[in-house]
């Protein structure tokens, strides 16, 4: 299971123990712990849904295999396809960072703009009564 967790966990201090004769190590980039997170967790989709994809093509039925038996199969997918999995799911990491980030500036715009506009004055109820 430790050698899956390497293969599958793209974060940096697993990419570091990667040999220098590995092409498919992938280099660590600005990413949050957070993010590697969700990046592994999206290879880790990747290969199981490719592993049942190739299944499904081999005319393999999927209810004759245990869940650890595809699992297996896909850490397989995964060791061999490394690189572009990780590509595509930092991909859609990054995007939804991008997303985030442009959610977080509309909301501190608007906050702003709530903040920065003047209060229409109320009418003093005590004054209006004592002119009677």
């Known amino acids: 299971m430790d050698e899956a967790t390497q293969i599958l966990s793209p974060q940096p201090s697993a990419v570091t123990r990667a ?25 880790r989709q990747a290969a199981i849904k490719a592993t049942k994809a190739e299944m499904q093509q081999q005319g393999l039925k999927r209810w004759r295999f ?11 997918y995964a060791r061999e396809h490394r ?4 590509a ?5 990491v990054e995007e939804w ?14 906050r702003s703009r709530i903040a920065n506009t003047p209060l229409r004055p109320q009418p003093d109820p005590i004054g209006e009564i004592g002119n009677d």
């Not at 245990?66 to 896909?74: D, F, L, T, Y």
């Not at 595509?88 to 859609?92: L, V, Y």
């Not at 960072?97 to 608007?110: F, I, L, N, V």
Request: glycine share 2%; hydrophobic share 45%.
């Open 97 to 110: 960072a991008a997303e985030d980030a442009q959610r977080r500036q509309r909301q501190c715009s608007e």
């Open 66 to 76: 245990a869940h650890k038996e595809i699992v297996a199969m896909a850490e397989d």
């Open 88 to 92: 595509g799911a930092k991909a859609i």
């Open 83 to 86: 690189a572009e999995l990780v």
């Open 19 to 43: 040999s220098p004769a590995d092409a498919r190590a992938v280099e660590p980039t600005a990413l949050t712990q957070r993010q590697w997170f969700a990046v592994r967790v999206l290879v």
